[in-house]
C-alpha cells in the first residue's frame, strides 16, 4: 500500500528558513552589492565592476594583515592541538576525577570572548596585572602599548587559555570511543606507551583531530574580540588580524565598496579552507569503513 507523502512538515522549518533568510542571506546580497558598486549617498549606486578587488588585492596593508593571521592561526594550532591531546591522555578515564576534570576544562569556554579579552588585558597591565606586574618586577619589558612581541604573546597565551580546552575535550571524547580490546592487545603484545599512542590512539583519533584542527582554524582565522579588547590592533598594526583591519576599513575609514570586497574574499577563503577539510574528513571516513 502507497503511503501518502505528507509536505506539512516544511512548513515547520519555514520560521527557520526565514530567519536565516534574514539575518544572512540578506545581508549578504547587501555586501555583493556594494563589492560591486559604488554611491555618493541617497541610495545611488553606480556600477564599478571588480575595481574594489583590485584595489583590495593591491593593498600591502590587506596582504600584511594576512601573513600576520596566518602566522596566528599557525602558531596556535601548533600549540593547542598537541596540547590538547597530551592533557586529553594525561585525565582520568573514569570516576570522580574524571567528572571534575571535564567540567575544569569545559570552564573557559563558557566566558564570553569580550570577558576573556578583559581578563587577559587587565592580567598584563604593568601597573596592576599579576603577570605584567611580576614580569615587570623582574625587568622584563612587557608593556602592551608598545612591545610589539608582549602584545603577540599576549594573544597567545590568551587564545590558548580560552580554546585549547575545546580540543580537549574532542580528544578526550575520541580516546573513550577506542575499544578496549585494543589496549588488551597492546598489552599483551608489550608495546611500549608511545607505541600504543602511536598505533592505536592516534589512527582512531584522525577524525576527531581533524574536526578539531578545522573548527580552531576557522576561529582563529575570524577573531576578532579578544585581541581588540587586549591590544586594540596595536602597537601599531602589530596585532591587526583580518577581522580588525577589515572593520577598521568599514567603521572607521567608512570605505564600505572596498570593506565589502574584502568581506567576500575573505568569506570565500574560510569557506574554501573549510570545504578542503570537510573533504578529508569525507574521505577519511570511507577509508575507515572500507578496512
Known sequence: MDKT??????????????????????PLMTVVNYAFNDTFGNNIFF???IEWFEEVLSSDRMWSALQRQLIFSSVILAIQVPLGIAVALAMPKKGLGASLCLVLMALPLLIPWNVVGTIWQVFARIDIGLLGATLGALGIDFNLGQNSTAAWVTVIMMDVWHWTSLVVLLAYAGLQSIPDAYYQAAKIDQASRFAVFRYVELPKLKGVLLIAILLRFMDSFMIYTEPFVVTGGGPGSATTFLSIDLVKMALG???LGPAAAFSIMYFLVILLVSWAFYTIMVNLDREERSE
Open 253 to 255: 575609514q567608512f570605505d
Open 5 to 26: 507523502q505528507n509536505n506539512r512538515a516544511w512548513f515547520m522549518v519555514l520560521p527557520v528558513l526565514l530567519l536565516v533568510a534574514f539575518s544572512a542571506i540578506i
Open 47 to 49: 556600477w564599478v565592476g
